[in-house]
């Protein structure tokens, strides 16, 4: 059967941040564009709030597996990435933080070009927050859009305890609808970072940027895979893809082509395409030195069932900067999964714990920067995956310096815990590529990175990056508020011609 094909001037590989941003800035200069998205739209059902649904069923898990490699263990594990229009955040936690100007050394750019464009992201997503609460806050022209919502019982206890061993402690910055009644209002829920929000409540990029986009005439194709970009010499002419529903082949042109499919996909695809020859396409991989810090208290921690991922701690972001030119990271409030999760993961000698326990537990999260590494790296096999394409596989681990920088976080989060009234801390890696970055850096100097600071592919004249594939360092940070404002600022010059 002869694939179905259709026209446009911009194409865009992935519906998440990166993809959207880059799709609204693209579709408010009058380009005709179209976002092709491998997952479905999310459900909005009850089922996306079961913790057994989302974390260990995966409702959204991608028919196709990658393989991962992880702190140089020789052992393969098979990863099933979630697939949804809206891509990662729909999963997201909500925190938007700005990186500051300091992480900005190793970019190709700098903050005050960025600036605007974060203040359109804040705006587009309705963030809450306090403007110059956080003691490493960047400059900035605008306050937020939104106040910070109230401390919940279980927010505020942390808040105390950080400020009575002298932290700064602020209100986290959140991209959710707490107050504007004209949309659904959030609920203060618990099941918010890492699942769908039932009631849209959550300013994902489907209730936000991409909602505004198709306003003004963007195209959304969903489940749609794209196989590989068509190239002939330096120009890309079409997407190649298959409707994953009728498996049947579809073919799209455009006269520019943005990859946006996260920092996992996005290199694979150019490696499909022929369009891997720079020797960084998939390597510097990151995805900060990610841990969970866990007390157990002497009363039950959150009785209520509320949210209270709200407050964060960036007082050691600049401790390591002179000596060793990255920031430490920052440690921010996060909820306790659910009791069935908790067990699933537990050894089996400890999950009659988690029954007497769960209940009195309390959590900090610490994301540190990590350093990107020529070792850590996407490429692909030479066994093919179910839909016959060349299976991915993701190589990484942690320097030394990782590590120490996620140390002083976790000792520092033990700390807050314990004079909290916690006591047993107890310290969890997180093994996953929710914050993946890099791949694709973009850099000043053409030897260092496939990508230029206008986000557009050295090997190529009309095919740009636009997600967290770009980042040529990872920062102290959630990444998603950047990769949006990072997006526009693509999409804004691709406009421009
Ligand atoms: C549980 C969780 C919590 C998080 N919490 C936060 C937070 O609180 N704050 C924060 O800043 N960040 C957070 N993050 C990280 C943040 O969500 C990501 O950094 C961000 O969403 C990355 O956006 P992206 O556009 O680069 O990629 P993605 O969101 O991964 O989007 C890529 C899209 O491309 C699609 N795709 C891939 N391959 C193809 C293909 N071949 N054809 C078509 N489509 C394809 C994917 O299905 C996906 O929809 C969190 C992430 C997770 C998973
Ligand atoms: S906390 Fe609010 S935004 Fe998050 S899932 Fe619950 S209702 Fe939705």
């Known amino acids: 059967m002869p694939a179905r094909s259709t026209s446009f001037d911009v194409a865009i590989v992935g519906s998440g941040f990166g993809g959207a941003a880059a799709a609204l800035a693209c579709v408010r200069a009058g380009l005709r564009t179209v976002v092709v998205e491998r997952g479905g739209w999310p459900e909005r059902d009850t089922d996306d709030w079961s913790p057994r649904g989302i974390l260990l069923d995966q409702r959204y898990r991608d028919k196709v597996a990658f393989e991962s490699r992880l702190y140089g263990h020789g052992s393969v594990r098979i990863?099933?990435?979630?697939?949804?229009?809206?891509?990662?955040?729909?999963?997201?936690?909500?925190?938007?933080?700005?990186?500051?100007?300091?992480?900005?050394?190793?970019?190709?750019?700098?903050?005050?070009?960025?600036?605007?464009?974060?203040?359109?992201?804040?705006?587009?997503?309705?963030?809450?927050?306090?403007?110059?609460?956080?003691?490493?806050?960047?400059?900035?022209?605008?306050?937020?859009?939104?106040?910070?919502?109230?401390?919940?019982?279980?927010?505020?206890?942390?808040?105390?305890?950080?400020?009575?061993?002298?932290?700064?402690?602020?209100?986290?910055?959140?991209?959710?609808?707490?107050?504007?009644?004209?949309?659904?209002?959030?609920?203060?829920?618990?099941?918010c970072d890492g699942f769908p929000c039932k009631l849209e409540a959550k300013n994902d990029v489907t209730r936000t940027f991409l909602r505004l986009a198709v306003d003004e005439g963007l195209t959304i194709v969903a489940h749609t895979r794209v196989d590989r970009i068509a190239v002939a010499g330096r120009r890309a002419s079409r997407l190649?893809?298959?409707?994953?529903?009728?498996?049947?082949?579809?073919?799209?042109?455009?006269?520019?082509?943005?990859?946006?499919a996260g920092a996992l996909q996005s290199p694979a695809l150019l490696l499909r395409s022929g369009l891997g020859a720079h020797e960084a396409v998939g390597r510097y991989l990151m995805r900060h030195c990610n841990t969970i810090v866990t007390c157990l208290f002497p009363f039950e921690t959150n009785p209520e069932g509320t949210f209270h991922k709200q407050v964060c701690v960036t007082d050691l972001y600049e401790?390591?900067?002179?000596?060793?030119?990255?920031?430490?990271?920052v440690i921010q409030d996060i909820?306790?999964?659910a009791p069935e999760v908790m067990r699933h993961y537990a050894p089996r000698w400890g999950r009659w714990l988690i029954n007497l326990t769960h209940k009195r537990l309390q959590n900090l999260l610490c994301v540190a920067?990590?350093?990107?590494?020529?070792?850590?790296?996407?490429?692909?096999?030479?066994?093919?995956d179910e839909e016959g394409l060349p299976?991915?596989?993701?190589?990484?681990?942690?320097?030394?310096?990782?590590?120490?920088?996620?140390?002083?976080?976790?000792?520092?989060?033990?700390?807050?815990?314990?004079?909290?009234?916690?006591?047993?801390?107890?310290?969890?890696?997180?093994d996953t590529f929710s914050h993946a970055l890099g791949t694709l850096r973009m850099t000043t100097s053409e030897n260092d990175g496939p990508v230029d600071r206008t986000g557009r592919l050295r090997a190529a004249d009309n095919v740009y990056v636009t997600d967290?594939?770009?980042?040529?360092?990872?920062?102290?940070?959630?990444p998603s508020l950047t990769v949006a404002a990072n997006a526009m600022r693509i999409g804004e010059g691709i406009a421009r011609g």
């Open 79 to 191: 990863e099933r990435p979630n697939s949804v229009v809206g891509g990662n955040s729909v999963f997201y936690g909500g925190a938007a933080m700005r990186l500051r100007e300091t992480d900005f050394a190793r970019w190709p750019l700098d903050y005050s070009e960025l600036s605007p464009y974060y203040d359109e992201a804040e705006r587009i997503l309705g963030v809450h927050g306090v403007a110059g609460s956080d003691p490493f806050d960047p400059p900035r022209d605008h306050p937020y859009p939104h106040k910070s919502i109230d401390y919940s019982t279980p927010a505020r206890r942390i808040h105390v305890a950080a400020e009575s061993i002298g932290c700064r402690p602020f209100p986290l910055p959140l991209a959710i609808n707490f107050t504007d009644e004209t949309e659904p209002l959030c609920l203060r829920c618990t099941t």
């Open 240 to 260: 190649i893809c298959v409707d994953r529903a009728g498996r049947a082949g579809v073919e799209i042109e455009a006269d520019t082509i943005v990859v946006a």
């Open 319 to 329: 401790d390591v900067r002179v000596r060793d030119g990255v920031a430490v990271g």
């Open 369 to 384: 920067e990590d350093e990107p590494r020529v070792e850590n790296a996407v490429t692909l096999t030479d066994r093919l």
């Open 335 to 337: 909820y306790t999964p």
């Open 468 to 478: 967290s594939s770009v980042f040529p360092t990872s920062a102290g940070v959630n």
């Open 391 to 430: 299976v991915i596989r993701v190589t990484h681990d942690y320097t030394d310096a990782d590590c120490a920088r996620n140390s002083l976080l976790s000792d520092r989060a033990k700390d807050i815990l314990k004079a909290a009234g916690g006591r047993v801390p107890y310290r969890h890696r997180l």
